[in-house]
């Protein structure tokens, strides 16, 4: 059962803007990446899923409190947490720290809450129940994890 | 005095992921798009100032809720309005509506706070009030528009 | 018969790095946005084809020679012309002009060739010839257009 | 003296595109992504240099080629090697293999020309000799590497 997932990346220059700082929608894309690296250490992948149902998991709200600047070279690890697990819909809460100062200092905070799709006969796809295989293997973070 | 502005853009296709939708990261980059074209509407730019004294806005909160998807070719119209304004902040909120579609369609709504700062002597950047002749042709939007 | 088109944008800020100018990435984009906006022109779309036969138009060549940067809020025109047309390949030339300088100001050259393919019985994708009522109505430009 | 450098990196959900494969643009992201790692292996770095002279290293021409696609999660490597050195401009070729295929196949080959810049006292970019410091530590590669 895991409820965290850590992922390392440097600051690419592609993801700065002209004020010389990582912009600010990339941090939604961090957050994803981690997202993902966290399925892929449950055995899972959120697109080639093996779990005998194809399931999506598109956004209903993300958000993101920018405390400090991100920069080129910086390296910056993004610890998820899982913060919430409903039947049908998973909320993460993410911490952004840079790694090369001394000490390391939170630089952003974020959340992103997701649900569960699967495609009807019609096409159309429609909130279904996070697959058994999945939620078996994930859990809320302790509270004190989440303050 | 100015709460709003409006600007229509259709979708790229480098804007959409492999979901075949406007991936989640873009709503945030359409806001700034819109801000960006707020300020220019008031004969300011967010970056070429002539106000006398050279500020930025760096983002302290930013936060989408998604209704529907946005798909390529679609129209959507970003509707910034002012939420609220302090001496050295200010709040958006955004609304998403697809106009391709009868009648056109809410498909998201977004929050961004954003702080002016100048820099200081020492180059680090610092909080500062909004120069007044930004502040002096901003207004917070009728109660009834933020609904 | 259509052998050009031509679409003006103005620079956005996430479009820039932090040396200040439109990340040359970019450039690859807005040559793709003129080139879907070409297919418009002539009442095709690039996905949502009306010509009875499903066929996407995947890149296999793209270059780009830079001349002078593009800053935030330039406004550049992004003029296509057909440059190469093969029973199941099209070239583009894309000629960059700042547009607020005076006089406007060539910035960049790219070329772009993309093959027509359709999805075979085998759900792999394969070359195919350009539907004939999208090659009906496309021309290579003048020799004098594309010096 | 060196001629060569070799990243690798998995594909992120925001660099695919609808119609399922990286979006050809983001090759060009991650041929900028091999240089600047190029860089910091022989000790420097594309921004924050250490050979007592600021400069800049502004694109002039990128190309690339495509042979297959890239999709989410796939492994990708991405080989840089020094085609031509001349006293201010750079020349590079960039091999993509796709790692998780057996055997590994080549999926794309780029190319990067990069000129030496340095800010005049007037403020402007300027052509200048690539500093000894660097160029000292930098080779071509041996022409059956580059074939």
């Not at 997202?35 to 992948?45: N, T």
């Not at 720290?97 to 096409?123: H, I, Q, S, W, Y």
């Amino acid at each position: 059962m895991a409820y965290e997932f850590k992922v390392v990346r440097t600051v690419e220059f592609y993801e700065t803007d002209m004020a010389g700082i990582v912009h600010y929608s990339n941090f939604f894309r961090y957050m994803e990446s981690a997202e993902h690296g966290f399925f892929r250490s449950l055995g899972f992948s959120v697109v080639t899923d093996n779990t005998h149902q194809r399931v999506g998991w598109p956004r209903v709200h993300a958000e993101c409190d920018y405390l400090q600047p991100l920069r080129f070279e910086d390296d910056v690890e993004i610890h998820l947490l899982v913060s919430e697990m409903k039947s049908k819909a998973l909320s993460y809460v993410f911490r952004f720290r840079k790694l090369n100062a001394a000490p390391p200092v939170e630089v952003a905070r974020g959340k992103l809450t997701v649900v569960c799709v699967a495609r009807e006969a019609d096409g159309k796809m429609k909130a279904t129940p996070i697959p058994k295989a999945i939620a078996d293997r994930i859990q809320v973070a302790p509270p004190e994890f989440l303050k």
